[in-house]
C-alpha cells in the first residue's frame, strides 16, 4: 500500500470513529462504548460487512409505551361512575331528601289515624282490654243473643302440651313449674273426653271406639254439628248456657233434657277449671297472666256461628 493510499485510509477511519463519537452523544442509544469500540476495530481491518452490523447495531429501538390501565377495563369503568356529573349527583340528593320528608308524613299519618280510631271505638264501647276469649258476663250476654259460642280449650293432645324451655322462658315461669303445668294438661283430657266421649260416640252412630279414634279435636265438631242437624239443639243449648254464664239464669240447665246442654256446660267451664288448677301452683294472678300470654301455653281456639254467620272479629265489633 503506497503513503497515499495509507493516508487516505487513515482519513476515512477517522471520518467514521468521529461520526460514532457523535451518535454515541445521542440520547436512547444503548451500548454506546462497547460498539464504538468493535465498529473501529472492524473499520481497521476493512471488514465491510462487519461495519453494516455495528452500525445497525447502533440504531436506538423504538419502545412503546404501554397504557396503564387496559381500554374497558374494570378499573376505567369505576373511574366513569366516580366521575359522575354535579347535576346528576345534585338531583339524587335532592330525590333521596324527598323520599325521606314522605316517609316521615306517612309515619305522622298513620299514627293520626290510629289515634283517631282508638277515639272511635271508645266512643261506641267497642275498645277491649282483655284477650279475645277471656269472657266475662256482658261477654256471655252478647254471644247468647248472637246465637254463638266462643271456646278457649287445652290443648289435647301430649305432644302439643308439653312446654319446652322456650315456652317456659317466654312466660317467665322455671323448670320446676313444668310438672304442674303437665298434670294441668293431663287433667283436662280426661274433663273433656268425659263430656264429649259419649256424645261423639252417638253423633258416630254409638261406636266409642271410632269416638276414640277421632280424638278430642274432631269430636268436639261432631257434636256440635250433630246436634244442629237435629233441629238446631246447639243453638238452643248454647243459648241457655250463655244465659247461665251471663248471670241471667240462676241454675245450670242441665235438666233440660237436652243431653247437648251438659256438654256445652262442661266446655264452656274448661278453661276456668284448668286456671284454677295453675293457681294452685303458680298463683291466682300469675296463673291468669299465663294463661292469656301470647305464644305461651297450647290452646285450641274456636268461634262458632250457629245462629248466623259471625264477624270474624267477634260479636262485639272491632277488635284490637
Not at 270 to 276: P, R
Request: glycine share 8%; hydrophobic share 40%.
Amino acid at each position: 500500500m503506497n503513503a497515499t493510499a495509507t493516508l487516505v485510509a487513515g482519513i476515512a477511519a477517522a471520518l467514521v470513529i468521529g461520526v460514532l463519537i457523535g451518535r454515541a452523544w445521542e440520547p436512547g442509544v444503548p451500548n454506546v462504548g462497547a460498539s464504538a469500540t468493535d465498529a473501529s476495530a472492524t473499520m481497521a481491518s476493512g471488514d465491510a460487512s462487519s461495519s453494516s452490523r455495528a452500525s445497525v447495531s447502533l440504531r436506538p429501538s423504538k419502545v412503546r409505551d404501554s397504557p396503564a390501565t387496559p381500554p374497558g377495563s374494570k378499573a376505567q369503568e369505576d373511574a366513569k361512575g366516580q366521575g359522575q356529573s354535579p347535576v346528576a349527583r345534585e338531583a339524587a340528593v335532592k330525590e333521596l331528601a324527598k323520599l325521606k320528608q314522605e316517609h316521615v308524613a306517612l309515619k305522622e299519618a298513620l299514627k293520626a289515624s290510629n289515634e283517631k280510631m282508638a277515639e272511635l271505638e271508645t266512643a261506641a264501647g267497642l275498645t277491649r282490654d282483655r284477650h279475645q276469649f277471656d269472657l266475662n258476663q256482658e261477654d256471655w250476654r252478647k254471644l247468647g243473643e248472637a246465637g254463638a259460642l266462643m271456646l278457649r280449650l287445652p290443648c289435647a293432645s301430649e305432644e302439643s302440651a308439653r312446654v319446652d324451655d322456650e315456652a317456659l322462658d317466654r312466660l317467665g315461669l322455671a323448670p320446676d313449674d313444668r310438672p304442674a303445668i303437665a298434670e294441668a294438661y293431663r287433667h283436662s283430657r280426661e274433663r273433656q273426653w268425659a263430656a264429649l266421649g259419649s256424645a261423639c260416640a252417638t253423633a258416630l252412630g254409638g261406636s266409642i271406639e271410632k269416638a276414640r279414634e277421632r280424638g278430642l279435636q274432631s269430636c268436639k265438631h261432631l257434636v256440635i254439628q250433630h246436634g244442629q242437624d237435629q233441629g238446631n239443639k246447639t243453638l238452643d243449648s248454647v243459648r241457655r248456657v250463655a244465659s247461665f254464664r251471663a248471670g241471667d239464669s240462676e241454675a245450670p240447665p242441665k235438666d233440660s233434657g237436652n243431653p247437648l246442654d251438659s256438654v256445652m256446660l262442661a266446655l264452656t267451664r274448661e278453661a276456668g277449671l284448668f286456671e284454677a288448677e295453675l293457681a294452685e301452683a303458680l298463683g291466682p294472678a300469675e296463673a291468669h297472666r299465663v294463661m292469656f300470654t301470647q305464644d305461651g301455653l297450647c290452646f285450641v281456639e274456636s268461634t262458632f256461628g250457629l245462629d248466623k254467620p259471625l264477624r270474624a272479629d267477634g260479636p262485639w265489633g272491632l277488635e284490637r
